[in-house]
Each structure stands twice: as structure tokens, then as C-alpha cells.
């Protein structure tokens, strides 16, 4: 069974990367070069599917329909990630799926909607010029009325910044109760109340390495970098050998836990992600430790607005949470080192992902940094100079 029909059961490789989809019909094709290439721009890392066009484009996935029922049109919308759904001109027949779309928590736009029904179900409409006309839609879809396409993609794009931070702003799972396997498979983790069981669990570090995907997590040399507790992100450093071994993985990924054993710790940054986490049902927990870093206090994600923190931003919160004496801090480069998104990321954008904002990021690391009273020593020089110049650090260094 190909990937494409695998999707119906949620189940086939995919792309990493959130996805966008694109709906048409012949001779939406220049249009659809149009957005890709502005929305594209905004959103680097992104996969960019699409039903019902004639040669997408280069950046463009051709994908097959999924099976017509309500379940498979969500599983497929579902395995490939879509967070927005931009419904062209010809994308009437496509109509079924925007229902689906919508409930898996997808951003759906229609620019130049043919009719009602599909002006209805958008969350903004793009007219241009030459179509403009009065539609009811819904009452809440902001609508773009801009004298040329490139203008009105512009100010689409900024509008989806925020909305496409976490699914659209539309929490999926929001605060329904645990199904029964789910709360059974909660009690089968050792969860852990607080931080000061955290640190009890770590025999209390005095000294804290907390290494982020970037380039610079790779600048350090094991020998000669003594720790008494190594903090990770995700499993990604498992392939290339040095610090692998860590005592507290931050992650949210099923294929994490899987990967780390059950040595590590493991830390979800908020509620919502244990509870998408524990939504799996063929999650194998084995006795696993996890920490829930909003539970405990050590991040609140309401701080940031409609963006998340990444896995890296919350590690640092727990370190500086726990207060060693001494934090040495690499691999948080903020998508800004020349070298890349990370040590091996090949053709990788060196870009964040739209659940989060470098400047949100780079604000909460700053404020958490503020409140270490340690020894801090940190690698990689985008962070040293964020620190540098906000006064925040007490010793940096750079190999």
C-alpha cells in the first residue's frame, strides 16, 4: 500500500515539517505559484501538498484525494500535519474536506471563493480586484479586499503568523477528559510532582549541561566538559555519538521515548502536550519518569501568546529552575548559525517552524537567564551575543 493511501489510516512516512494544502482545478496553477512563493517566504519549513493542480510547482507535492469518509479525511489531514488549507478559485469540488480541516484545527483560507459554501466555511477570504463581491461567509472571517494578488498575499501572510502558531490557535484536544487507555497508560509513567523531585531524582547537580539541537551543541569536546546532569532535546544527537547519555530528555515525541530507553526523564512542556501524548494508544510507556513542566511551575505557556516554547527554551527553564552552581549552555543558536538549522540538517531551512517566534524565544530565554545566580558559561555565539548585550550573563564563553 503506497504512502498516499497509508495517510487514510494515519499511518506512512511523511515529510517532516508542518503542512500546508493547497485545493484547485486547472488553470489555478500561476496563483498557486503566487502563494506559495509569499507564504513560502514566511514560512520556510513548511511542506506544501496539493489536490487538483496541474504541475503544483517545484516546492509542491501532488497528492492523491483522501478516501471519502469523515474518519479517513481527518486521519489523512491529520498524518500529514496540514495547519492551513488555501481553497483557489477552482477548489469548489474539494468542498468536503474543509469540514474535516477545520476540526483537526487547520487555518482555512479561500481566495476568490466561488460560492457561498466555500466562502462559509473559510476562516479569511482573499478577494482580488477583478473579483470582488459582497459574500456573507462567516461572521468572524476576517476578509482581505486588496487591489492586486501580491498585496492581498501580504497582508494574508501576516495575519497567519500568529494563527498558525499552535494549529491555528484551535487546541484539537483543548480540556476533554482522558479517554480510560489514556489515563491508564498516565498511571503507568512515574510521574514526578515538582522540581525538588526532579533534583532529588538527580542527586542534586551543582554542575548542568544543557545541549539544544544547533550547530554549537557540537563545539564541546565530552573529555574535557565535566557535568554532573546532561539535559537533551528530542533524540536527533542519538546518530552522531557524543553526549548520549542524557539524564533528562525534553520532548513531546512518541518516537523519543522509544529511542532514549528508560533511563532519562522525560519533560513535556504543558499539559496539552501530555494529554496528545497519552492519546496514543500504542504508546508503550515501560515505567518511564516524566516531569510536566507547566504542571510544576517551570514554564507557563500562556506567556507566550499564541506561540509555544521550544523543547530547548523549556530545558533551559528547568536548569535555572533547579539552581546549580555552575549552567553551561550549547546548541541554542536560535536558527541563526551560519552552519545551519543543526550539526546535520542537509538542506533543512534555518528557520523556526510556525508554532514558534524568535523574538517570543529569544525574550523568554533572556528573562529565565535574568534569574540565574550561578556560574553561567555558554557556547554558540548567537546566544552569547543576545546575552552580551542584554547584561545577562555572568561569564560567557566561546570555543
Known amino acids: 500500500m503506497s504512502g498516499n493511501h497509508l495517510w487514510n489510516l494515519g499511518l506512512g512516512k511523511v515529510a517532516p515539517g508542518r503542512g500546508m494544502l493547497l485545493l484547485g482545478g486547472r488553470g489555478d496553477e500561476e496563483l498557486a505559484s503566487a502563494v506559495v512563493g509569499v507564504l513560502g517566504g514566511q514560512f520556510p519549513r513548511a511542506c506544501w501538498y496539493a489536490i487538483g493542480l496541474n504541475g503544483p510547482g517545484a516546492r509542491v507535492v501532488d497528492v492523491t484525494p483522501p478516501w471519502p469518509s469523515a474518519l479517513t479525511r481527518r486521519n489523512w489531514l491529520r498524518r500529514l500535519r496540514i495547519q492551513l488549507v488555501v481553497v483557489l478559485p477552482g477548489g469548489a469540488v474539494h468542498l468536503p474536506l474543509l469540514h474535516p480541516a477545520s476540526l483537526v484545527g487547520a487555518q482555512i483560507v479561500c481566495l476568490d471563493p466561488p460560492d457561498d459554501r466555500i466562502a462559509g466555511a473559510a476562516d479569511a477570504i482573499l478577494w482580488s480586484a477583478a473579483a470582488i463581491r459582497e459574500s456573507s461567509g462567516r461572521r468572524d472571517a476576517t476578509v482581505f479586499r486588496e487591489p492586486t494578488v501580491e498585496a492581498g498575499l501580504a497582508c494574508l501572510s501576516t495575519w497567519l503568523r500568529g494563527r498558525l502558531a499552535i494549529r491555528g490557535g484551535r487546541q484539537e484536544d483543548g480540556g476533554r477528559a482522558l479517554p480510560l487507555l489514556a489515563r491508564w497508560q498516565q498511571r503507568r509513567f512515574r510521574l514526578l510532582a515538582s522540581v525538588a523531585a526532579l533534583n532529588d531524582l538527580l542527586g542534586g547537580p551543582e554542575t548542568i549541561l544543557c545541549l539544544g539541537n544547533g550547530p554549537s551543541s557540537e563545539d564541546l569536546d565530552p573529555a574535557s566538559t565535566p557535568f554532573d546532569a546532561l539535559f537533551r532535546v528530542n533524540h536527533a544527537w542519538r546518530t552522531r555519538g557524543r553526549f548520549t547519555a542524557p539524564d533528562v530528555v525534553f520532548t513531546a515525541q512518541r518516537s523519543s521515548l522509544v529511542a532514549c530507553g528508560t533511563h532519562p526523564v522525560f519533560c513535556v512542556q504543558s499539559n496539552d502536550a501530555l494529554r496528545k501524548l497519552l492519546r496514543r494508544p500504542w504508546l508503550r510507556t515501560g515505567g518511564r519518569r516524566l516531569l510536566n513542566a507547566e504542571a510544576t511551575g517551570i514554564v507557563d505557556p500562556g506567556a507566550f501568546g499564541d506561540y509555544k516554547p521550544t523543547n530547548g527554551a523549556v530545558m533551559i ?42 523574538d517570543t524565544e529569544a525574550g523568554f530565554l533572556l528573562a529565565t537567564l535574568r534569574r540565574f545566580r550561578g ?16 547584561g545577562a550573563a555572568q561569564e560567557t564563553n566561546v570555543d
Open 317 to 358: 527553564a528547568a536548569a535555572v529552575a533547579l539552581a546549580p552552581r555552575r549552567l553551561i549552555v550549547a546548541g541554542i543558536d536560535l536558527f541563526s548559525d551560519p552552519r545551519g538549522a543543526y550539526p546535520d540538517a542537509g538542506n533543512a531551512a534555518n528557520a523556526y517552524t510556525p508554532a514558534h517566534d524568535r
Open 375 to 390: 556560574e553561567l558559561i555558554v557556547h554558540g555565539e548567537t546566544l552569547q551575543r543576545l546575552l552580551a548585550a542584554d
